[in-house]
């Protein structure tokens, strides 16, 4: 117990804004269950940041369950860790109201995510797509989260919510731990299978440029052996080879071998041999976490057992500091 309490929070939440892909997989979620163990590891389904960009309500209830069972069967443990719905803990959405009022327009303009997304979605630039990193904020504040582990792309969110905390206690003192965001050394960058520089992502145009945490292994067969490489036939780590790098990273990520051993293993070999290699490495993978996915989508009972109890311990916590933090404004409470 002692121990327990020594422990550095982790916080971190995924948008279940459709399939959990490999490069989520690879990327994000296999760092979230491997640090379970050594962290109190707190995870959210962030479905309130998925609205900023318009949703089918049917496919969108669909997603969350899929995603909730998704991250299940990658192996985030209910009994070690607290993996709640982020739209069941209303003091998420509260604690949104109270920093929106401590962030600037001028900061969250600067944010290059909002830039690009505006640019995306031209026709629908509303107001949450602009305090969406003040939502998130929110997110990790609620927590007291020492650590907070993200994409590059989360990078400057992670900044932004660092700027606000630290506005927050200098004016009334030391409300909010100040988060560290760190982006995993281990976690494969993967990139689209079509376009390589590109990270892997299920709005890619291309289909076949993303594997899906759920795709069959047919579908997933078929992707590899569509993957975009040169015409040097040789696989090797190397500039300019931004395909056969991504697929090195990806077979080296789910086999565990290095890129040298790699290289000795298919020297004189071809792409063809290579991609089937990878692509059968991937299904063996991702085998195991189908099985339990099907287990779990197919017992909405359990899965709403374990989302019920995790949403009440995080209400119990984030509560202390949004209550904090509102004394300190000088609401009554
Ligand atoms: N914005 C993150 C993403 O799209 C998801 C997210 C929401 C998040 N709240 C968070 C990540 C808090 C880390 C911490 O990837």
């Known amino acids: 117990m002692e121990n327990e309490q020594k422990k550095e929070v982790v916080f971190s939440a995924i948008q279940p804004s459709g399939s959990i892909t490999l490069g989520n997989y690879l990327g994000a979620l296999r760092n979230w269950v491997k ?123 992670i900044e932004i919510t660092r700027n606000i905390a630290e506005r927050f206690n200098g004016l009334y003192g030391n409300v909010f731990k100040i988060p560290e965001g760190f982006i995993p050394k281990n976690g494969a960058r993967v990139m689209s299978l079509q376009d390589p520089t590109k990270k892997m992502s299920k709005s890619d145009e291309n289909a076949n440029g993303c594997v899906h945490l759920l795709d069959p292994p047919e579908v997933i067969m078929k992707k590899f052996k569509r993957a975009i490489t040169d015409s040097e036939a040789c696989v090797r780590y190397a500039e300019g080879k931004d395909g056969v790098n991504n697929l090195m990273a990806i077979y080296s990520a789910v086999t565990g071998l290095s890129y040298e051993q790699i290289e000795h293993d298919f020297d004189g070999k071809g792409y063809g041999d290579f991609k089937t290699a990878v692509g059968e490495a991937v299904v063996e993978t991702l085998r195991p976490i189908q099985e339990k996915y099907n287990q779990y989508i197919s017992d909405k009972a359990y899965l709403e057992e374990c989302y019920r109890k995790a949403d009440e311990i995080a209400l119990k916590i984030s509560s202390r500091t949004l209550g904090k933090a509102m004394k300190k404004v000088g609401f009554v409470l």
Not at 68 to 90: M, N, T
């Open 35 to 157: 640090m379970q163990d050594e962290y109190n590891c707190i995870y959210a389904l962030a479905d309130l940041h998925t609205i900023t960009v318009r949703q089918d309500p049917k496919q969108m209830r669909k997603n969350i369950l899929d995603a909730y069972a998704s991250l299940l069967a990658c192996g985030i443990d209910v009994e070690k860790s607290i993996f709640f719905i982020q739209s069941h803990v209303h003091t998420h959405a509260e604690m949104s109201w109270l920093l929106s009022c401590y962030t600037q327009f001028g900061e969250l303009s600067r944010m290059t995510q909002f830039k690009d997304k505006s640019a995306k979605h031209a026709d629908n630039i509303n107001a949450g797509l602009f305090t969406y990193p003040v939502l998130m904020a929110g997110d990790i504040l609620l927590y007291q989260a020492d650590k907070v582990p993200v994409g590059a792309d989360q990078k400057q969110h």
